[in-house]
């Protein structure tokens, strides 16, 4: 059964870093485009970054740039979410994304182009 889990959400002051980890178990992360999405309450659903197969191409949104890194490390089938410079307008449910891809290079920015999909964790970004 193909599965996501992510880890690290957590309260942290404003300033601070937080590590997100997007851990997939039934399957091999190798081919497959990654993205990290995120909720805050009364709003819809946003991109944050994603990260390409093969070539691991990133996008992230213009929110978070200079800010997040994303990454992945293939040997641990985990997709990493590196958070600095926190602000409160961070605070969310941050959920990790996966989907199948053919070509090298290729990310998704939408969530609809996404087919598995973790449970989320909270992140809280406050004083």
Do not use: H
């Amino acid at each position: 059964q193909l599965q996501l889990v992510e880890f690290g959400g957590a309260l942290v002051q404003p300033g601070g870093s937080l590590r997100l980890s997007c851990a997939a178990s039934g399957f091999t992360l190798d081919y497959y485009a990654i993205g990290w999405f995120r909720q805050a309450p009364g709003k819809e659903r946003e991109g944050v970054s994603c990260i390409s197969s093969g070539d691991g191409s990133t996008y992230y949104a213009d929110s978070v740039k200079g800010r997040f890194t994303i990454s992945r490390d293939n040997a641990k089938n985990t997709v990493y979410l590196q958070m600095n410079s926190l602000k409160p307008e961070d605070t969310a449910v941050y959920y990790c994304a996966a989907r199948r891809t053919y070509y090298s290079g290729s990310y998704y920015i939408e969530a609809y182009e996404y087919d598995y999909w973790g449970r989320g964790t909270q992140v809280t970004v406050s004083s």
